[in-house]
């Protein structure tokens, strides 16, 4: 086993790495920003400036895909986060943590996995930020459940999620209450055949190879194999009669992403962390998310097929002047959701894999980083423009930030930047609109592609 020393160096070199890169200059390290899929949501502002267009465009249509809010640990996370907790009561601490004498766990394992009132806001404000954003869009537009989709995987997060959503996105303008609140039609489908949400459930290949995957695990195990160990013994030094073993480091990394997320501080257990370890634990993370989720598995690039075609489906019916054609579409699932979706887009897709062996440098550039895809709350936001001079156009938002479309080139003028023509888009796609889903994820006895780092680097290379 490296020294702890050495094994500290290296991190060290990798922050000193991170830092020196150009977009780190003026921008000190947050650690809010490095905590992966617990992390808390990026805007905590309750208005939106209303969206700007070219004059000659106007928002015909809007698809909303948002993963739950802020959540509950799991059973299992709530029950080790008690015994990481029993660790420290012996231990000799010092004044600058003398909070882990009065910390007190709120994280109930009987409320395993629901969500958190920090998850009701986190939705609540987000629709209150579009319905500022869409002022004039949403004036115009009645509530209608026959016009305005509201739907949910069949979980109790996602569907409540889409409830202070849609509370903050109509608020003020329904027939309820002093508060004039518009009740909603939301309706889900359940787990196992839900190809739209919940589409690794209803995916018995993913179920198989992308869960059970043991070249991801030998990758994780690697890379944690030389950081978590010195991780434990710094901490174990640090507070005499502590025993930590590696596998806590990573109970900390996620009780500083809960406790981020549910009260918005890092006064507690991410104090325990430096830097370089925290970009170490994001690292193991991201790993993990880019084979189960991503492009380290070449399966993943069509599970979100049966989204993009509904997608699809709808935007088509507006440009046909369908009547029936929807104004807007409002979905909420799960970090795996966007995942899938960002994948079969080719978003925040490096050139190289996610693996052990993988260069500082790489480490601290890659674009991959979960913790800016899919904290709580994240989100994916369609806008379809009806541009009298250049046709339907297509803009998305990631978090409420303006993200171009790999594969498009959108206008040239600020208003209209990001915007891709409907026609590229629809190109782009092509290939996996009105895939065969059930085909896709059928079981076979083919050898999975994913066996070695040549396959993994393979597969990047063919998706550039």
């Known amino acids: 086993m490296p020294s702890i020393v050495g094994t500290l160096l290296l991190l060290s070199l990798a922050l000193q790495a991170c830092h020196a890169a150009p977009e780190f200059h003026s921008n000190p390290f947050n650690i809010l920003d490095h905590l992966g899929s617990k992390g808390p949501y990026p805007i905590s502002n309750r208005i939106s400036s209303p969206i700007v267009l070219h004059a000659t465009c106007k928002l015909a249509q809007i698809h909303v895909l948002a993963r739950h809010g802020t959540r509950y640990p799991s059973n299992k996370e709530s029950k080790r986060f008690i015994d990481l907790y029993a660790l420290f009561?012996?231990?000799?601490?010092?004044?600058?943590?003398?909070?882990?004498?009065?910390?007190?766990?709120?994280?109930?394992p009987l409320k395993?996995?629901?969500?958190?009132?920090?998850?009701?806001?986190?939705?609540?404000?987000?629709?209150?930020?579009?319905?500022?954003?869409?002022?004039?869009?949403?004036?115009?537009?009645?509530?209608?459940?026959?016009?305005?989709?509201?739907?949910?995987?069949?979980?109790?997060?996602?569907?409540?999620?889409?409830?202070?959503?849609?509370i903050g996105l109509f608020e003020g303008d329904g027939p309820l209450g002093y508060s004039r609140i518009q009740p909603i039609f939301l309706y889900t489908i359940p787990k196992g055949i839900d190809r739209q949400l919940a589409m690794k459930h209803a995916c018995p290949k993913w179920l198989k190879e992308g869960r059970i995957n043991p070249f991801r695990d030998a990758q994780i195990d690697a890379f944690a194999s030389l950081h978590l160990p010195a991780i434990a013994q710094r901490l174990n030094a640090q507070f005499p009669n502590l025993d930590?073993?590696?596998?806590?480091?990573?109970?900390?990394?996620?009780?500083?992403?809960?406790?981020?997320?549910?009260?918005?501080?890092?006064?507690?257990?991410?104090?325990?962390?430096?830097?370089?370890?925290?970009?170490?634990?994001?690292?193991?993370?991201?790993?993990?998310?880019?084979?189960?989720?991503?492009?380290?598995?070449?399966?993943?690039?069509?599970?979100?097929?049966?989204l993009v075609t509904n997608l699809v489906t709808d935007i088509e019916a507006l440009i046909s002047n369908n009547p029936a054609a929807k104004h807007g579409t409002f979905k909420f699932g799960h970090a795996e959701t966007i995942k899938f979706l960002a994948t079969l887009l080719n978003i925040s897709h490096d050139d190289q894999p996610l693996l052990a062996n993988a260069t500082a440098q790489f480490i601290c550039n890659r674009k991959y980083r979960t913790s800016q895809i899919v904290p709580f709350a994240a989100n994916m936001v369609f806008e379809v423009l009806n541009c009298s001079n250049a046709g339907y156009k297509i803009r998305m938002m990631i978090n409420e930030r303006p993200v171009a479309i790999p594969g498009c080139v959108g206008g040239e003028s600020a208003k209209d930047a990001h915007a891709c023509p409907w026609e590229t888009f629809r190109k782009l796609v092509s290939s996996k609109v009105g895939c065969d889903f059930q085909k896709v994820c059928a079981l076979s006895t083919v050898k999975p592609l994913v066996t070695s780092n040549d396959d993994v680097t393979r597969m990047s290379l063919d998706r550039q």
């Open 89 to 108: 009561s012996d231990a000799k601490i010092d004044h600058q943590h003398r909070w882990l004498r009065t910390w007190v766990n709120q994280y109930d």
């Open 112 to 166: 395993s996995n629901l969500l958190a009132l920090a998850g009701d806001k986190d939705l609540y404000f987000l629709g209150k930020r579009l319905a500022a954003r869409y002022n004039s869009f949403f004036r115009n537009s009645t509530y209608n459940a026959n016009i305005f989709e509201f739907r949910a995987s069949d979980t109790s997060r996602s569907s409540q999620s889409g409830s202070a959503f849609s």
């Open 244 to 306: 930590l073993q590696p596998e806590h480091i990573s109970d900390i990394y996620s009780l500083c992403g809960y406790e981020a997320s549910f009260k918005g501080s890092t006064s507690t257990w991410c104090t325990l962390l430096q830097p370089p370890e925290v970009e170490a634990l994001e690292y193991i993370e991201d790993m993990d998310e880019y084979f189960s989720f991503s492009y380290g598995n070449p399966l993943n690039e069509f599970l979100a097929c049966d």
